[in-house]
Every structure is written in structure tokens, then in C-alpha cells.
């Protein structure tokens, strides 16, 4: 579905349950991270890129302070408060919860936002790991900025949206989703340094697809194997006396009294290993070297599966199939935090027919599983439309 057929959707919505027509359109894409993995929480980098799936907003201005959320793909369901008293997390709508969540911290941060009829849709799949909730966060922010005139950056925004989702979404994400969603380049990936927020813009040519492989495997220990991933990390920068792995060098990590082969010492040879790396594959894809960025991904690929030990078979097994279809022309790897989700390729755009059909023809009869596959191409981040 376009952006146009999601506006469409959006202002019919509105329409039916307002009664009077949307004023203002705002859109915020999901994302895909393209190589960096488990660097965000460790100050690292990170090169995610937005796509074309998005989350959208039909609005319109209220002027009694009331703030009356509809969701669009949950049957027009709705949900309402007061700007001016205290903003909560709901018990049972937990999708209103990213929302308002949002709206909370704009006044927080000191933003004037008032009233407003909000109808939201979006085809960003939800819970695949392509970060439908950053999208829903940072859309809502920019409908508001859009509303009230606000002289918000879209970094903060960025930064408002995870502060939504870790205090009224219960989740402690790092600032990736956020600032692609907000910030992205069309044709571009971006290289985050998750540590000053510094980014660049690096082109992706129209010549390379972007394929996103989703496994349709969702495991639930995933909130826990997470946290215990980030005190290891932690304990690792502690143990070498860095502020975070960010800084540590695997000359460093060898040197120290952290015990080859350990799950600390494995855990943080891949965030300094990935780290590089995905600096490095940036640098390649700005020279235009596909085979560096795929052999780059191979091994961020590798060391998840070794090192961070966060792959599935049914994930090794479909960078299996896209690895021996692509070989040296491209690359892919897990995306995202693990334990099932997506994974990425990039290719020659001449080659997405050959290695769809690869994974069509093998994913399922090994695993039993229907995979999801959805070509991409880098978009603009939010915004108005
Ligand atoms: P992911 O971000 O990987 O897609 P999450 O579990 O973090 O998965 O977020 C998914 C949740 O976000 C959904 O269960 C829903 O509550 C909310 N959400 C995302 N997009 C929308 C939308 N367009 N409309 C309503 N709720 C949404
Ligand atoms: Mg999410």
C-alpha cells in the first residue's frame, strides 16, 4: 500500500469517526538496520536505513485541550485524554500507550501542544522487528509538531519516541528506531553513532535492492536473554575500564583478565568486532564495493551466531540460502535484536527475482514456516505529506 492509499485510509477514518475532514497529513517510516547489531546500547554504530513502509496520521487541531486517539487497524478503536492533567499509560490499550506516551514528554520537555483528533494506520508489520512502534512514536510527534507549530528538532523527537517507549511501552530500546524513523535520507542509509547522535548520510545506488527476509519466528524469553546480553556488555566495559565497549579494542579485550572463549569475552568481542565493522561497510558502500559490503555482513552475520549467540537455526538457515545465491555480489545477515525476526540482503537489483525464488522454494519446505519477503527501497524520514 502507498502513501497515498494510507492517507486515504487515514482521512476516511477520520472522516467517519470526527465528522468533519483532517487538516494535516504526517507520515514516519519503519526501518531496517542494515549492519551494527547490539552496538546502540554499547555508545556504538550503527547504519540502519528507513523504508517504505510507514506509519500515518490524518489530524486535526482541537481547541478543548482533549487529545482523541483512533486507531484505523484496530477497527477504528479509540482513546482519549486531557492535555493539561497528568498523562498516563492505559491498562488495555497498549497501542495508545506509544502514543500518548509521546505527548507526555513534548509537555514535559516544555512544547506548547494542546488538542488534536488523531486517526493513525500504518503498514509497517507489527512485532517483525522493521520497528512499527518507533514508527507509531515518532509519527505522533510529528503530527503534533505539525499541529502546533512546534519548534521541535527531529532528533528530539527521536529522542522523545524512546522516551515513550521505555516509560509508557515498557521497553528498553535504544535510540536507532527513533532517529532513522525520524531522520532518514531517501536513497541513503545512515551511519548513528549512537553516542552523539552525529550522523551521515551514506548512498545506497539505485542499482543495489534492499530484500528483508522475515522468519516468522518470534521466541518469547526474548526480554530476558536481552537484558542478560546487556550486563554482560557491561560487565565487559567495566571489567576493561572503558566507559562503554565503544571505546575497547580487541587488542585491549585480549590483553585484559577477561577469560578467552567466556560468554562476557564472547559477547564483547562481537560488539568491538561489529563496531568496526560496521564503520568499515559504510566506507565500502561509499566506494561503491558491494562485495566489501557483503563480506562485512557475512561476518557481523557470524559473529551473532558465534560470539553474541543470538541467531535461530531457521535465521542461519535463510542467510544459508541467500549466501549461496549471492556469494560475493552481495550480502546478508540476522537484522535486528534476535532469537528469530528478519534478516537483510543487499543485491544487485537484477538478482531479487533469483534469490526470492531461492528462499520461496526452500524456507518452508526445511522449516516448515511461511517466510514474509519485502523489497525495499531508503525513504525520507518523517514528515509531513
Ligand atoms: P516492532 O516495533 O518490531 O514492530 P513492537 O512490539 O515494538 O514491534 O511494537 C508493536 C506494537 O506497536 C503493536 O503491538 C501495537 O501496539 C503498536 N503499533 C505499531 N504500529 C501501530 C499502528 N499503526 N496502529 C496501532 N498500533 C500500532
Ligand atoms: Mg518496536
Known amino acids: 500500500m502507498s502513501t497515498n492509499e494510507l492517507k486515504l485510509r487515514a482521512a476516511k477514518a477520520f472522516q467517519d469517526v470526527c465528522g468533519y475532514q483532517a487538516t494535516t497529513f504526517v507520515q514516519a517510516p519503519g526501518r ?10 554499547n555508545d556504538g554504530f ?45 491498562e488495555d490499550k497498549l497501542w495508545a500507550n506509544y502514543m500518548r506516551g509521546v505527548v507526555h514528554f513534548l509537555k514535559e520537555k516544555g512544547y506548547a ?44 523527537l527521536a529522542l522523545i519516541g524512546q522516551a515513550s517507549e521505555h516509560n509508557f511501552a515498557g521497553c528498553n530500546c535504544g535510540i536507532m528506531d527513533q532517529m ?30 534492499i530484500m528483508i527476509v522475515n522468519s516468522n519466528v518470534t521466541h518469547s524469553l526474548v526480554d530476558g536473554a536481552y537484558n542478560a546480553l546487556r550486563r554482560q556488555c557491561e560487565e565487559a566495559s567495566r571489567i576493561l575500564g572503558k566507559v562503554a565497549l565503544r571505546d575497547a579494542t580487541l587488542a585491549e ?80 545477515r540476522m537484522t535486528g535484536g534476535g532469537f528469530g525476526g528478519c534478516c537483510v540482503a543487499l543485491m544487485p537489483a537484477d538478482m531479487v527475482d533469483q534469490a526470492k525464488a531461492a528462499i520461496e522454494a526452500k524456507y518452508e519446505a526445511k522449516t516448515g514456516i511461511k517466510e514474509s519477503i519485502y523489497i525495499c527501497t531508503p525513504q525520507d524520514g518523517a514528515g509531513q505529506i
Open 32 to 41: 531496517v538496520n542494515l549492519i551494527g547489531e547490539h552496538t546502540d546500547y
Open 46 to 90: 550503527v547504519m540502519p536505513c528507513a523504508i517504505n513502509y510507514q506509519a500515518v496520521i490524518a489530524c486535526a487541531k482541537r481547541s478543548d485541550g482533549i487529545v482523541r486517539l483512533i486507531s484505523v487497524d484496530y477497527d477504528n478503536v479509540q482513546d482519549s485524554f486531557a492535555v493539561d492533567a497528568p498523562i498516563q499509560p492505559t
Open 113 to 156: 501542544v494542546g488538542g488534536a483528533d488523531i486517526a493513525i494506520t500504518g503498514n509497517v508489520p507489527l512485532g517483525s522487528g522493521l520497528s512499527s512502534s518507533a514508527a507509531l512514536e515518532v509519527v505522533t510527534g510529528q503530527a503534533m509538531k505539525a499541529l502546533y507549530d512546534l519548534d521541535v528538532a527531529q532528533s528530539e
Open 180 to 209: 532513522i524513523s525520524a531522520c532518514g535520507e531517501k536513497n541513503h542509509a545512515l551511519l548513528l553513532d549512537c553516542r552523539s547522535l552525529e550522523t551521515k548520510a551514506v548512498h545506497i545506488p539505485e542499482n543495489i535492492s
Open 253 to 332: 579485550l585480549n590483553a585484559s583478565a577477561i577469560e578467552k572463549g567466556s560468554d562476557v569475552y564472547k559477547r564483547a568481542h562481537h560488539v568491538i568486532s561489529e563496531n568496526f565493522r560496521t564503520v568499515a561497510c559504510a566506507d565500502a558502500l561509499i566506494a561503491g564495493d558491494l562485495q566489501k559490503v557483503g563480506e562485512y555482513m557475512y561476518a557481523s552475520h557470524a559473529s551473532m551466531r558465534d560470539d553474541f549467540e543470538i541467531t535461530v537455526p531457521e535465521i542461519d538457515y535463510i542467510v544459508e540460502v541467500l549466501t549461496e545465491v549471492l556469494g560475493t555480489k552481495g550480502g546478508a
